[in-house]
């Protein structure tokens, strides 16, 4: 069994150094107030028996709050108050350094939290260390300065979650739309450098990933490029194509028709087509930005997007070749063939695409070989988007978050060049537990902890405010959200509607379980779960009318932070079955990932809860290796298209560096209790010898996660 220490080391756990505090502290009572030896050793069987009952990793703290209360049982309240005593003054001591200890741990590689942190990033790397100690200061300097008490402390608590604190320090905003069209078509900046409008397409595909790296690296969260504003390229490409081998014919005295010519340049359009979608691949994996990994990018591939003609076939071509690319994917260090985490796909399901008949349906086919090799592309449809979003269909910034229609000065709608300021999410199954099935109660709470978010979305609006365009140029002087002016403010930006502020929410089916006895799937506890949703969406309509910031509801992706939830639910309420029993809750409004559903009742179920939550959300099957039963992908894709806005599958592609074993890498229980990833084929638990791809969050995630997060990838069921 083991413990996490408060650096985030993990160590064995040691009962012996229970006994030996609570006789420490017996010493410095009166014998009458002592225990005898016999009653600290129950306790410390019992703490034991405890910890290991909970099934998880506890930490120092959770352990001695369990002692504090098994002194407490047996009534030796003047001991209880002097460990108590013992433990505050170790406490303030330890305040004054914790933050160094975090570092060192850090930087010795055996922080066992931060190593499960980012399922996508290496903490053993100098420039993620760098990162994370950048994070740890920004976390302590947020904490003690930057942020009122009461959320700091609800923060902790897990009652709400403050995301990102550990950029928090700096003037960044979360995630955006990039309006590569602008910045192509006018020229950017780079790096103080003058780029033009490019004159290739591949040229154009290289301006396109230096941006991504800037951008990733002046901000914290995703950002999404469509291929519809990379698509011109192509044409550009084959017009100096036709003149190249227009010239080399008649150097060569070779008589060549109009027809032949151009047959010649369409094959070098296609090696260029080729050249700049390896070009994305390759630089968006490869490249390392400020933060330590690569950049968090999604590309949208939309055929509407584009007029009927030849710019719509050149954007067809392109997005041919990058789907063709990712089926492929790309090599591993022992040169294998893998499936990388970077860039994500989203592939628009239109009617110009979806059956048998259509235009682009081998497009689509194309797509569907795709997902179910490598987990993407995702997929949009366009009619339901269209109906949730006054009639537009465009992408998520990132994995899921979705902007609200905003209409330019020309009343045209307005998409790419906007952004999130930020997320707080509000932990649903908190809330029904401090209500102990009060439904009055219940209610009476939800709207203090919705006050709490709003004062805490309040503070990551005001870090925002007054924030010079200087400070990131790429992003407010030079096209990738904005034209502004040196030294101006990007005030303008935060407010009618330009740009989005996120109410997150977590656990929505445990919270009604608790209050209904029932999963929200059950007919009976449906309405109770949506009028929650809705609940959520009036706060944010009240605080959008009162400050004219576009507040809008958003389906938290829960990475750590569902353990961490978790975790201060068992400590707050006990274990509570079917609510606060696993070591993980349940993302946004999704099923519980251990109920059986079939893939379309889910996605038809769930489909209601997506339209109340407009600031965005995405919703997923778990499905086997489908390689050879690609019709089942394409009817989802067909169901997707007429019932659910935005929708993914869930494949497993797996590697073994030890033995060459391809397909589902088992999760399993060491001898300590603690849940490890064992090749099915040679027994192989190295993580280091391993490649595992699972999605955990809308994006897929290539590390290796925390215990909770790995008890919920163990425990889902297939849906299909």
Known sequence: MKIMKRSGIEADFDVTKISAAIKKANCEVAAVDQLSEEQIEEISTNVEKMCSDIGRTLGVEEIQDLVEDQIMNKRAFVLARKYITYRYTRALIRKSNSTDK?????????????????????????????????????????KRF??????????????????????????????????????????????????????????????ATQSIAQIA????????????????????????????????????????SEEQINDVAEQRVRDEIKRGVQMIQYQVITLMTTNGQAPF???????????????????????????????????????????????????????DNITEDSKYWELTKLAAKCTAKRMVPDYISEKIMRKLKDGNCYPCMGCRSFLTVYHDENDKPKFYGRFNQGVVTINLVDVACS?????????????????????????????????PSDVAPILWQYGALARLKKGETINKLLYNGYSTISLGYAGLCECTRYMTGHSHTDPESTPFALQVMQ???????????????????????????????????????????????????????HVHVTEKINAFDKLKFEAQFQELSPGG????????????????????????????????????????????????????????????????????????????????????????????????????????
């Open 102 to 142: 975090q570092i060192l741990s850090l930087l010795e590689c055996n922080n066992e939290e931060a190593k499960q942190e980012n399922s996508n990033k290496n903490p053993t790397v100098n420039s993620v260390q760098r990162d994370y100690m950048a994070g740890e200061v920004s976390k302590d300097i947020t």
């Open 146 to 207: 930057l942020l009122p008490e009461d959320i700091v402390a609800a923060h902790e608590q897990g009652i709400i979650h403050f995301h990102d604190s550990d950029y928090f320090a700096q003037h960044m905003h979360n995630c955006c739309l990039v309006n590569l069209e602008d910045m192509l078509q006018n020229g950017t900046v780079i790096s103080e450098t003058m780029i033009e409008r490019p004159k290739s397409f591949s040229t154009a595909c290289n301006i």
């Open 217 to 256: 690296s002046s901000q914290y969260g995703g950002q999404s490029i469509s291929l519809a504003h990379l698509a011109p390229f192509v044409d550009v490409s084959r017009q100096k194509f036709r003149l190249q081998v227009r010239d080399e014919f008649e150097k060569a005295n070779i008589a060549a």
């Open 297 to 351: 990018v999604t590309v949208f591939m939309y055929l509407d997007e584009v007029p009927e003609g030849r710019l719509r076939d050149d954007l067809a071509l392109v997005t041919e070749e990058i789907l063709r690319q990712r089926i492929q994917g790309v090599k591993n260090e022992k040169g294998v063939y893998i499936t990388p985490a970077f860039p994500k796909l989203i592939y628009v399901l239109e009617e």
């Open 435 to 467: 209500s102990g099935k009060d439904m009055d109660k219940f209610w009476q709470i939800f709207d203090e902890r919705l006050d709490l978010c709003y004062r805490a979305l309040m503070c990551r609006h005001k870090r925002l405010l007054d924030t």
């Open 535 to 589: 609940h959520m969406n009036d706060a944010c309509a009240k605080w959008r009318e009162e400050t004219n910031i576009d507040f809008s509801l958003y389906g938290t992706p829960l990475e750590s932070t569902t353990y961490k939830f978790a975790k201060c639910l068992q400590k707050r309420f006990g274990i509570i079955e079917g609510v606060t029993d696993r070591g993980y809750i349940t993302n946004s409004y």
């Open 617 to 720: 959300a995405i919703s997923y099957v778990e499905v086997p290796n489908m390689e050879n039963n690609i019709e089942a992908v394409l009817n989802v894709m067909k169901y997707i298209y007429d019932n659910i806005m935005y929708a993914e599958l869930n494949t497993k592609s797996d590697y073994c560096q030890c033995c060459g074993y391809t397909g589902q890498i088992q999760i399993v229980t060491d001898e300590h209790g603690k849940l490890i990833w064992e090749c099915p084929n040679c027994g192989n638990t190295d993580q280091n010898k391993m490649n595992v791809a699972r999605r955990t969050c809308g994006y897929i995630g290539t590390q290796f996660w925390n215990q909770g997060r790995t008890q919920e990838i163990k425990e889902r069921v297939l849906h299909l």
